[in-house]
């Protein structure tokens, strides 16, 4: 198993950045493929980000490509998710997500095993 502790959120005006981090502890991190969701008020928790346990292949969804980069440093446990000309529909608190060796990465949060805490982000007009 792993625990997943995000940081790095807060509040940005439009067309500002952030760049959120997540810290893993437990055994054999770089087996994981790990996502970012995020879930609005109101809507349903939806998927952002999320690169492959080999660091090979990465998946964003539409509204953000272009404009967030995720990226993981294995040495360190950790995930990035680094967001560029937020927008204020980006605004929801964002979780990070690990899923152990899936065969597909999946954008369905219920497909993920493990889940942090949360973190806001906040983006002004």
């Known amino acids: 198993q792993v625990q997943l502790v995000e940081s790095g959120g807060g509040l940005v005006q439009a067309g500002g950045s952030l760049r959120l981090s997540c810290a893993a502890s437990?055994?054999?991190?770089?087996?994981?493929?790990m996502g970012w969701f995020r879930q609005a008020p109101g809507k349903e928790r939806e998927f952002v980000a999320a690169?492959?346990?080999?660091?090979?292949?990465?998946t964003y969804d539409d509204s953000v490509k272009g404009r967030f980069t995720i990226d993981r440093d294995d040495a360190r446990s950790m995930v990035f998710l680094q967001m560029n000309r937020l927008e204020p529909e980006d605004t929801a608190p964002y979780y990070c997500?690990?899923?152990?060796?899936?065969?597909?990465?999946?954008?369905?949060?219920?497909?993920?095993?493990?889940w942090g805490q949360g973190t806001q982000v906040t983006v002004s007009s």
């Open positions: 690169i492959s346990w080999s660091g090979g292949d990465t």
């Open positions: 437990g055994r054999a991190f770089g087996n994981y493929a």
């Open positions: 997500a690990a899923d152990y060796l899936p065969w597909t990465v999946q954008t369905n949060p219920a497909k993920w095993d493990f």
